[in-house]
Structures are given as C-alpha cells and as structure tokens.
C-alpha cells in the first residue's frame, strides 16, 4: 500500500512546534487524541482548547483527556470500532458495567467512576453545543435542589442536570488523619525500604531513596502540591544546614496551582535532608550523565551561569529571570 499524501499545510509547517503553537493560539502541553487508525480529529480535539479547559489546571487536562481516551477506546474495541460520534446511552450503560461490575474489567472505585462521568459528561456536552454530535450518550437527571442557608451555594429551585450514572459511595468530605508516627513509618517501609522492625529491607528495589524521602517530608510539612513541589529546582529550595527553625522560599506564580505564588516555610530537618541529598546523591545522578554525555544530547538545553543570580540563558542566547521577590 502507498503512503497517505500528507495534508498540504503540514509542508509549509515551521521548523520549531513551538512557534507554530504559538502562532495557532494552541498553549503548550495541551493534550490531544489520536484514533487507533492513527488520525487526528479536528473536532474532538477543539475541546482541548475550548475555554472550558485553556482555563484548567495542565493536570486537570491530562486527566479528561485520559478518561474521554478510556472510553473511546472502549467503544472502538468492545462496540465495534464505533465512533465516539456515534456514541448512544446503551454505549455509557455498557462502559458503566465493565469498568464497575466485570469481573474481567478494572472495577474501579466510586471516586474514580464519578471522575470519569465528570469529565465525560463535560466533554459530550461541550460538543453537543458546538454541534459535532447530535446527543449527550451520558444519561441525565434532574439536578437535586439545595435549600438556601444549607452553606452549599445552591438554591431552592432550578438546579439543572446533572449526569445520572454518577455512584453514591463515593465521600468528598470525609478526612483521615494521619498522625506524624503512622506518616513515618509508611516512609520508613515504602519509600526508603525498611523493615517494619527498622532494619534494611534486602528485597526492597526503589531507587534514591534519600531523594524520595525528602521530598515526601517536604510535602508533609510544606503543604506544597504535587506539581508544585515538582518543578522547584535547586536553587528554589533554602540548602542552609547552619541556620535552625523555619526557612522561608518563595513558590513562583508560574508552578503554583491558579499562580497562588506565596512562602513556602521548611523546617531545619527538612532542609538538611535537602542538602544532604544535593551533595550526595544528585551528584552522583550528574557525574554519571557528565560520563555518559548525556546532557549533550539536549537540542535546547537552559543555562544557569551564575546560581547566585538564577537567569536563565537559552541555546538561543535568550536571557530570563524568575519573579520570586527579595524576602526580607
């Protein structure tokens, strides 16, 4: 068989994806689908840059486009290669069964079920509206109404649809407390590979414990997402082992969650531990890469020349710096 022809415009692409997302008005690392028969649907995929999801958070996106994948690859595999147009309730029933009542399928919890009604029921009704199917296959119900004064932010009356597949297991409210001895002995086994009686555990096979721990206690005592926490590099976190107490950093508008940028405290165990693993074990991690060439191999690497003043310098000789304000 011959190759497809190429569509026109994608000749006339410019060399750097960047520039053309740019100039298309497609924010980076939005997420996309692509068919099994390997095409790219124009229609399905302008959901990802409608408001509705510009506006959401990069893990929000990667989440519904994962769970609207989960089902269109249900009805192309158990309902006959059937297209996510063509969808119908029966379709929805069928993928409510599998994923919850199979035995052979993942039964998945009620938390989990209703994230994937959510982000199903967002998506077909966002092209329903645009007009790229004629029905919402995710069947609907009269929304609940919430008396004024319950401190919910309903009303009495109108409150809509809402999808009627959703479970009534699953607790939006419902906290356990995890007290610092049971927080650290779930460390202790699962991350850094001890025994429940304290000793090296030979079967254990993580790797950069040190490094994993940290971050876990960081987590705890910061308050920080995951994320957030995620992006900080090196010179974002305090490495002064001298001082005691709390260590105040600053957390960028440009990592944090709805760009809340705000101080960050660590406390003085924490940040030791942080030092600890800068001078060992990610030493180790860059001598290796050094060895093994492989930051050579970054076509667009970002250059740190001075850490004591963080600009950043691309391959392109461009020059940024953070915003994180002088802390008093």
Not at 43 to 54: C, D, G, P, R, Y
Not at 105 to 132: I, S
Not at 144 to 153: F, T
Request: net charge positive; hydrophobic share 40%; aromatic share 12%.
């Amino acid at each position: 068989m011959e190759p497809a022809e190429p569509l026109a415009f994608v000749g006339q692409l410019p060399g750097g994806w960047s520039e053309w997302l740019a100039d298309e008005d497609v924010p980076v690392r939005t997420p996309y689908l692509i068919s099994p028969r390997f095409e790219y649907d124009v229609e399905l995929n302008a959901f990802f840059t409608s408001a509705v999801m510009v506006g959401s958070a990069w893990r929000t996106q990667a989440g519904y486009a994962s769970d609207v994948k989960a089902f269109l690859n249900f009805l192309w595999r158990a309902r006959g290669d059937k297209s996510w147009r063509d969808a119908i309730e029966d379709d929805h029933v069928a993928y409510l069964i599998w994923r919850r009542r199979d035995i052979r399928g993942p039964r998945v919890n009620d938390a989990t079920w209703d994230r994937e009604v959510a982000a199903l029921n967002t998506f077909y009704k966002w092209q329903v509206r645009a007009r790229n199917v004629r029905i919402n296959p995710i069947p609907q119900r009269e929304s609940r109404s919430v008396p004024v004064g319950s401190g919910r932010g309903g009303r009495a009356s109108g409150a809509g649809e809402t999808a009627a597949t959703y479970s009534h297991g699953a607790s939006r409210n419902k906290i356990e407390w995890f007290p610092p001895k049971a927080y650290r002995r779930w460390r202790d086994i699962g991350v850094r590979g001890y025994t429940a009686d304290g000793l090296h555990d030979p079967a254990f096979k993580g790797r950069w414990a040190a490094r994993n721990s940290v971050f876990c206690d960081l987590m705890v005592r910061a308050g920080m997402r995951l994320a957030g926490q995620a992006a900080l590099t090196m010179l974002d976190v305090p490495l002064d082992r001298a001082r005691g107490g709390y260590h105040r950093f600053w957390l960028p508008a440009a990592i944090a969650k709805g760009g809340s940028q705000r101080r960050i405290y660590a406390p003085s165990s924490v940040v030791r531990d942080l030092a600890d693993y800068v001078e060992f074990d990610r030493a180790e991690v860059i001598a290796q890469a050094r060895e093994d060439g492989r930051y050579r191999k970054w076509r667009q690497p970002l250059v740190v020349e001075d850490p004591a003043r963080p600009v950043v310098r691309t391959a392109g000789g461009h020059r940024t710096q953070g915003g994180a304000p002088r802390l008093p």
